[in-house]
């Protein structure tokens, strides 16, 4: 049996399941955004911060960024899988990929919840 | 005119320090000849051109190669169906380590094969003439057990070129698929615990490479959305 211990859930049943979940929960966050910005064409601050101070769109936001994080770990480790043969290059840049998305999260989330 | 101009991957590792492509000219007579037949013509103006073959009808499955771009037999391909501007290029099957010319080393596609065990598995007592099936379990078996492993759809999967030693690839998903749904096979949880790695069902990416070259018309990415199918009804 092939096992793998940098994969997002050490499992490709459960990678696969949380691809697809996520990708929903982003094309949901998508078209709401966009959605939003149209149906507002005349946007000011006060509206938008406003939009993110309530809770029911910071919960569907954070959703959204632990879904892309999730995403990308799972995309990016599978293309790393398929196109570096080099075990230092590849675990190399697994690292990088794994740290720059913990980045981004926390990052994001201090956007959302520091203000 | 009847000339087709043909080029065939050529090498010999004993006397070629890389591969190269031969140019061939071959009188057609006008005819629509098949591939198969059209390397026959070939071998008769350099007999150390290296093809396998055998049944020459599609059964066997020994001359799967890749002709003008696209996996396929070569005994069941007429030239019309790949002939583009009167020119054909022959390369043995992608992926596969080459032994020589179009003869290649299929040894990592039967270990996947081998992996997924194409063998039916029953722990409960052999009963005294048959295991039988009722029409509609037999049913479930057809479009799965007609696959003659010819290596035409795992070898035009790119999940299969990057990882063929973890990937099963197309053709082991579709027998494995084969003995998931036979009512006789009790070894299904064993055979789904062995799959749920991210590598040997997951790394397939649903492209339909499969789907298109398979000589026999089989739809291996619908038998892997099955095996999914059965992993998460499993597993959740």
Redesign the interface.
């Known amino acids: 049996m092939v096992t793998n211990i940098t994969s997002f859930g050490r499992s490709g049943l459960s990678d696969w399941l949380m691809q697809r979940v996520s990708a929903v929960i982003l094309a949901l966050y998508t078209v709401f955004i966009v959605a939003y910005l149209l149906f507002n064409p005349n946007l000011d601050y006060y509206a938008w911060s406003g939009l993110f101070a309530q809770t029911w769109m910071r919960i569907f936001s954070l959703l959204a960024f632990v879904s892309i994080a999730a995403h990308a770990w799972i995309g990016l480790w599978t293309v790393t899988t398929d196109y570096l043969k080099s075990t230092r290059l590849r675990v190399g840049v697994q690292t990088l990929i794994i740290l720059a998305i913990f980045v981004y999260l926390v990052w994001g989330i201090q956007i959302l919840w520091g203000a | 005119m009847s000339n087709l101009q043909v080029s065939v991957y050529r090498y010999n590792p004993e006397t070629d320090s890389a591969p190269y492509m031969q140019e061939f000219q071959v009188d057609t007579k006008g005819r629509d000849l098949m591939v198969l037949d059209v390397l026959h013509l070939m071998k008769e103006q350099d007999s150390a051109l290296a093809f396998r073959r055998s049944c020459r009808e599609g059964v066997c499955g020994s001359d799967g190669m890749n002709m003008n771009g696209k996996n396929g037999l070569a005994c069941i391909t007429p030239l019309s169906d790949v002939v583009k501007g009167n020119k054909l290029t022959l390369r043995p099957l992608p992926g596969l380590p080459v032994i020589r010319d179009m003869v290649v080393d299929m040894g990592l596609f039967y270990k996947q094969y081998e992996r997924i065990q194409p063998y039916l598995q029953n722990d409960t007592p052999a009963p005294a003439i048959e295991r039988l099936q009722s029409p509609e379990e037999r049913d479930k078996l057809d479009g799965l057990y007609e696959c003659i492993l010819c290596a035409c759809c795992s070898t035009s999967c790119?999940?299969f070129w990057?990882?063929p030693d973890?990937f099963v690839g197309p053709a082991g998903l579709l027998q494995s698929y084969r003995f998931l749904a036979d009512s006789r096979d009790t070894a299904t949880r064993e055979r789904l615990?062995?799959?749920?790695?991210?590598?040997?069902?997951?790394?397939c990416r649903g492209i339909m490479n499969c789907v298109a070259v398979c000589p026999k018309g089989l739809n291996p990415t619908r038998a892997i959305g099955k095996i999914?199918e059965m992993?998460?009804a499993d597993?959740?």
């Open positions: 790119p999940s990057w990882n973890k615990t062995s799959l749920e790695d991210p590598f040997s069902v997951f790394r999914r992993l998460l597993a959740t």
